[in-house]
Structures are given as structure tokens and as C-alpha cells.
């Protein structure tokens, strides 16, 4: 079965009255069929995109890349793995019609 893994990600404030930051890395584990897609911008409307197959699950280059994504927004906190892993999960059924638990 099919699951959602959050190998990496972070949140910052942003400006007040904004919804922040997010920027995550997520990995859908399906074996040979897995995927890695990137959750970046507002939290209120982040933006998934799917890195190509051949992306190497390196930690601290995601860890690097969150940070770069959010640096002067305000203080980086831990992402909750939940929200981004269900962020993940609603844009492959809307745009794949895929279930993932």
C-alpha cells in the first residue's frame, strides 16, 4: 500500500496577518512506484510540485533547500508532518484521482 512520508520540512510566520510559509519535502513510498513531490509557498495555497524520478533522497540538502525557502520569513519551525502529508494526498486526488492512506 501506498503511503506518504515527510522526509523534510518547515513553516515560518511570514508578515502579520499572512497565513506564512511552508516549505516541505514529501515522498509517496509505493516501491518501484514511488515519487517525490516538493510543498512550497503560502500555507493557505502551496504550490506541489513532483521532483524528477531520478531525485535522490538526500536529507540535508532538503533540509538546506526548506531553509533557503524560508529564510527572512520569520523564525522556522518544524512543519506538521499531518497537514503537509494531507496537502500532498488531496493534490493526487484532485489532479490523479489517486487514494493514498
Known amino acids: 500500500m ?9 513553516t515560518a510566520p511570514g508578515e502579520a496577518g499572512s497565513a506564512g510559509w511552508v516549505s516541505a519535502y514529501v515522498v509517496l513510498s509505493a516501491g518501484a512506484q514511488s515519487r517525490v513531490f516538493k510543498v512550497v509557498g503560502k500555507i493557505d495555497a502551496p504550490q506541489i ?19 533557503k525557502d524560508l529564510y527572512g520569513m520569520g523564525v522556522v519551525r518544524n512543519a506538521d508532518k499531518d497537514w503537509v502529508c494531507d496537502v500532498v ?6 489532479s490523479e484521482g489517486i487514494d493514498v492512506g
Not at 501506498?2 to 518547515?10: E, R, Y
Not at 513532483?50 to 531553509?67: G, I, V, W, Y
Open 2 to 10: 501506498a503511503k506518504l512520508l515527510m522526509m523534510a520540512g518547515g
Open 89 to 94: 494526498r488531496k493534490h493526487l486526488k484532485a
Open 49 to 67: 510540485d513532483e521532483l524528477p524520478a531520478a531525485t535522490t533522497l538526500d536529507m540535508k540538502r532538503f533540509q538546506d533547500e526548506l531553509k
